[in-house]
């Protein structure tokens, strides 16, 4: 069982940054990413990352504006959000996979854990 545990998040204006964190308790699974769920809508795989090296996935909604990484001496996954806009208002979830094959975009069931999710609102 791995536990995530996510920090971050919050209200911004648009053009602002947000920086989401979350730490694992273990480093077992291969994947972890961000997944984000607005209100009436699915839950989608927003960015992902490969742990053993590194390799990341980026959704074109936020291409060249939010940037995942990873400290593993921490066993933390990072969310950079720049230039936010308002429909990138959504809860935020922390997610970790074991993956079958290559699997940087998955659905959420999927999945093996989660986070408990973090609100990100911007404002116009």
């Known amino acids: 069982q791995v536990q995530l545990v996510e920090s971050g998040g919050g209200s911004v204006q648009a053009g602002g940054s947000l920086r989401l964190s979350c730490a694992a308790s273990?480093?077992?699974?291969?994947?972890m990413g961000w997944f984000r769920q607005a209100r009436g809508k699915e839950r989608e795989v927003v960015a992902s990352?490969?742990?053993?090296?590194?390799?990341?996935y980026y959704s074109d909604s936020v291409k060249g504006r939010f940037t995942i990484s990873q400290d593993k001496a921490k066993n933390t996954v990072y969310l950079q959000m720049n230039s936010l806009k308002p429909d990138d208002t959504a809860v935020y979830y922390c997610?970790?996979?074991?993956?079958?094959?290559?699997?940087?975009?998955?659905?959420?069931?999927?999945?093996?854990?989660w986070g408990q999710g973090t609100q990100v609102t911007v404002s116009s």
């Open positions: 997610a970790a996979w074991y993956g079958l094959g290559w699997s940087l975009v998955v659905t959420p069931a999927q999945v093996n854990f």
């Open positions: 273990a480093s077992t699974t291969y994947y």
């Open positions: 990352i490969y742990t053993r090296d590194d390799i990341t």
